[in-house]
């Protein structure tokens, strides 16, 4: 199997997705109650398992229902997903996606200093 995108995920799948890595793992149950505007219990437990069958979560049994948990972390999962936003919004471009977020959002002083200890690393690195 390719690598796994979370791009390669529908809106609900990515939703799940989300709540599995909220909670670090649960049941279909577990799943729903977080949900917003939840579809049915049969319709979740099927995206769980093509989730699954993707390769994105595993599962494991627990008396009589089974607990599921992604395969890749939170990390791995963040980065596949930024690259899909920056690619989506931004045509692959970083600096226009960094201006974006300086544009919208109210960066406090120790958000400023660490993004130039962010930036120093990178050069520091060659990036």
Do not use: W
């Amino acid at each position: 199997m390719g690598k796994k995108k979370q791009k390669d995920l529908g809106a609900r799948e990515r939703q799940i997705m989300d709540v599995i890595f909220e909670l670090g793992e649960g049941s279909v149950t577990d799943v729903l109650r977080k949900l917003a505007d939840p579809p049915s219990y049969s319709a979740v437990r099927t995206m769980i398992r093509l989730l699954e069958s993707k390769g994105f979560l595993k599962h494991r049994q627990e008396g009589t229902k089974y607990v599921y948990r992604p395969t890749q972390s939170p990390t791995v999962a963040r980065k596949s997903a930024l690259k899909h936003v920056m690619q989506t919004f931004f045509g692959g471009s970083a600096p226009d996606a960094v201006a974006a977020i300086f544009d919208s959002e109210k960066l406090s002083p120790e958000d400023l200093k660490r993004i130039e200890r962010l930036i120093d690393d990178a050069r520091k690195e060659g990036q």
